[in-house]
């Protein structure tokens, strides 16, 4: 078997002989249903979420760890984990049915991607920013064609934006939550903040992308770009 040559993923501590590139950031937050009763706690502390049940990815899973971390770092017990998910996907339907308390991205929180009614815990303790990043191997000698992949992971879409679209305009494009890129529209990514974003989204119960409701939103945003 041969060495690996590149990795993307989230940031993880530094590790002697690799070198990391910044390709985009995310929030990740503790998020309820709108109607759980943590949020008739005021003032909400850490040690208040203690009381509740969650559901979580497994651990080993770079939000896990850091949450687990973030209750470990004000001697508090760690979060009690009812049900595990490796599905991220699942994760917001299965805040809203059970009631348990999870760590997502904030994007799934944000307009039409909040489809199931979730908010946020606003916790400064529990507010995680995720790094996607390209690793490689420090000191060591990066073929045209690996240098070449790093530049379109960071400027593909952008270059692609800039040459066919004016700030303001709307662009269609898969949901983060259901599977889509960062740069399809987040809002912390250049294209979530100069483009209007018409998010499309995969069917729950399939997991198929249901082409008529794309063809519907398109109809009614009127996309420059698909």
Do not use: C
């Not at 949020?39 to 990815?57: G, M, S």
Request: without cysteine.
């Amino acid at each position: 078997a041969g060495d690996i040559d590149l990795m993307v993923g989230t940031e993880r501590p530094e590790t002697p002989g690799f070198a990391s590139r910044l390709l985009a950031e995310d929030q990740i937050v503790v998020a309820a249903r709108a109607t759980h009763e943590v949020f008739k706690k005021t003032p909400l502390t850490l040690k208040d979420l203690t009381a509740y049940r969650w559901v979580l990815q497994p651990a080993g899973a770079p939000t896990r760890d850091w949450l687990d971390q973030a209750f470990d770092r004000h001697r508090l017990p760690r979060p009690r984990v009812q049900v595990e998910s490796t599905m991220l996907l699942m994760l917001p339907t299965l805040i809203a049915e059970t009631g348990l308390l999870s760590f997502i991205s904030r994007h799934h929180l944000e307009g039409r991607h909040n489809v199931a009614k979730l908010r946020e815990i606003p916790l400064k303790e529990t507010t995680m920013m995720r790094r996607l990043v390209v690793t490689h191997r420090a000191n060591s000698y990066l073929s045209p064609a690996v240098s070449r992949l790093i530049t379109l992971l960071s400027q593909a879409n952008a270059s692609v934006y800039h040459a066919l679209l004016q700030p303001g305009d709307t662009i269609m494009g898969l949901a983060l939550a259901h599977g889509g890129h960062l740069t399809h529209g987040m809002k912390i990514n250049v294209s979530g903040r100069l483009y209007d974003i018409a998010p499309y989204e995969v069917d729950r119960e399939t997991s198929l992308i249901d082409m008529d409701e794309v063809a519907e939103i398109a109809r009614e945003r009127r996309p420059k770009l698909l």
